[in-house]
């Protein structure tokens, strides 16, 4: 059965969805069953895999807000073992329709739980705000990882996210862990890269991962090839650090 993690920041721009999709990726170049789960309605994570939204019949939105079956949503990536279920900007709208519905912070678990017997790893790409959808995400899951860009303003933000992640633990009664946070974009010549990871490793209450994602071209001109850091430049200081991420979290989970 899969294990579920949700990829979170409220803040954009610190490598949640290049995360999530590379992370995917190499998990299942090492011989693991994956799904993305495209959360955000920018689809950035399905663009990254090289699907077009705008050719979907069916994609996440419908599984959320009608009765589509997840299985008819889920598309095959080009990568073996690598599934999507992906993104389309009506997914925004699908936040305001769930307003008023019984268990709408579950509409992403329900669905997930009908599928996590297909695959070891489910990774779930959350939209930059801590919206519906976003909950959603987080109650889906069993583990988070925070990406945290470091930059001056690495740290603002991750306190609001731990509190959520609380609340959730207490009021929807899942037992929701942070697995790590995830230093990206960092630049080693930079002192002030150095400096934040120095401070997020003091600071952040709980594990930051041994890998660390660099500052890289290659990572920045993937997406726009429709292709994964594997696909595109694996052995890049990118393709390298995702895959030191992927085999990081299996070793974790082999301990468990």
């Known amino acids: 059965m899969a294990r579920i ?17 590379n992370l995917g990726a190499y998990l299942a170049a090492l011989g693991k069953y994956v799904l993305l789960v495209d959360l955000d309605p920018q ?23 009608g009765s ?31 307003i ?15 599928i996590r017997t297909n695959y070891d790893y489910i990774v779930v790409d959350s939209p930059p705000s801590l919206g519906l959808l976003t909950i959603n995400g987080l109650v889906a899951a ?20 731990l509190e959520t992640i609380n609340l959730i633990r207490d009021n929807l009664g899942r037992d929701l862990k942070v697995k790590g946070a995830l230093l990206t974009m960092h630049d080693k010549r930079q002192k002030l890269s150095r400096d934040v990871m120095k401070e997020v490793r003091r600071n952040f209450p709980g594990y930051v991962f041994s890998a660390v994602i660099p500052r890289s071209v290659s990572l920045a001109e993937a997406p726009s090839f429709g292709k994964t850091i594997l696909q595109y430049a694996p052995n890049s200081a990118g393709g390298y650090a995702y895959r030191e991420l992927a085999q990081e979290i299996i070793n974790l989970d082999k301990n468990i």
């Open 5 to 21: 993690i949700s990829v979170v920041n409220a803040k954009g721009g610190v490598g949640k969805s290049t995360t999530s999709v």
């Open 43 to 65: 689809a950035n994570a399905t663009v990254g895999v090289g699907a077009d939204w705008r050719r979907l019949d069916t994609h996440l939105y419908h599984s959320m807000i």
């Open 68 to 98: 589509a079956e997840p299985e008819l949503a889920i598309k095959k990536t080009g990568l073996f073992g690598y599934d999507l279920l992906p993104a389309a900007p009506e997914l925004a709208g699908a936040a305001v329709e769930m």
């Open 100 to 114: 008023s519905s019984e268990r709408r912070e579950w509409r992403l678990y329900d669905i997930l739980k009908k």
């Open 142 to 161: 069993e583990e988070v990882i925070i990406p945290v860009q470091c930059e001056y303003y690495a740290l603002e933000g991750l306190g609001q996210l």
